[in-house]
Each structure stands twice: as C-alpha cells, then as structure tokens.
C-alpha cells in the first residue's frame, strides 16, 4: 500500500516562503503524475502543480507560477514545493498525490482530484500578519 508524508506547513507572513516535502513509502510503484493540491475552507481541492513523468516537465496553475517551485528530491521518493512570496490567498491545506493507474486525463482534468488514486494527510500552510 502507498503512503504519502506531506510535511513543512506552518503560519507566515505575507511575502515569506515556505517549503513543503511530500515522502512515498511502502509499495512505490510507478508515478504517472505526482502533484500538490490545496484546499481552503469553503472551497474545492485544487492543483497548485504536477509533474509529468511522459514529459518530465513540471506545470503549474497560473496563480502560483514564477512563485512556487515543484521538484523532486534526489530519492526519486520525495517531491518539494518552494513557496515563495506567499499571499494570504495561498492559505490551505497542501496536499500530495499520485496517479499510479491512468484512466485517461486531460491537462485540464489532471489539475482536478478526479484521476489521483493515492493521497497525503495534509499540511497546513496560513499566510497571516
């Protein structure tokens, strides 16, 4: 069984940075796509970024672009998110997730939960003064 670790969330100030680790353990089978998700109360779970292990390039939603930095660490286990010039706006539960069996997905869909099949418990991130 998969189990994601997400960790590094805290409370900071507008403008600060944060960095966010995401670590795979137990049965680590292929990723298709690994991404970060957030959700903030009231609202729905959305992708912040992902990687495309097709391509192995990283996207990003337009939000955060030249913001945060999506990276994997040198265990190919382990993903980042670099958060910088953090907004009140980023305030959210992060979380990782994978896609280990692909059921088709669009580059719109796969900024949407609906083609992950394992998820992380969650970190909070709060950008208050």
């Not at 292929?30 to 903030?40: D, L």
């Not at 930095?69 to 286990?77: E, L, V």
């Not at 896609?99 to 969650?122: A, C, E, L, N």
Request: aromatic share 12%; glycine share 10%.
């Amino acid at each position: 069984q998969l189990h994601l670790v997400e960790s590094g969330g805290g409370l900071v100030q507008p403008g600060g940075s944060l960095r966010l680790s995401c670590v795979a353990s137990g049965f680590t089978s292929y990723f298709y796509v690994i991404a970060w998700f957030r959700q903030a109360p009231g609202k729905e779970r959305e992708g912040v970024a992902y990687i495309n292990n097709a391509d192995g390039r990283t996207y990003y939603r337009d939000s955060v672009e030249g913001r945060f930095t999506m990276s994997r660490g040198d265990a190919r286990n382990t993903v980042y998110l670099q958060m910088n010039s953090l907004k009140p706006e980023d305030t959210a539960v992060y979380y990782c997730a994978v896609v280990t069996v692909p059921r088709g997905f669009t580059p719109t869909t796969i900024m949407t939960p609906q083609p992950y099949d394992s998820w992380g418990q969650g970190t909070q991130v709060t950008v208050s003064s």
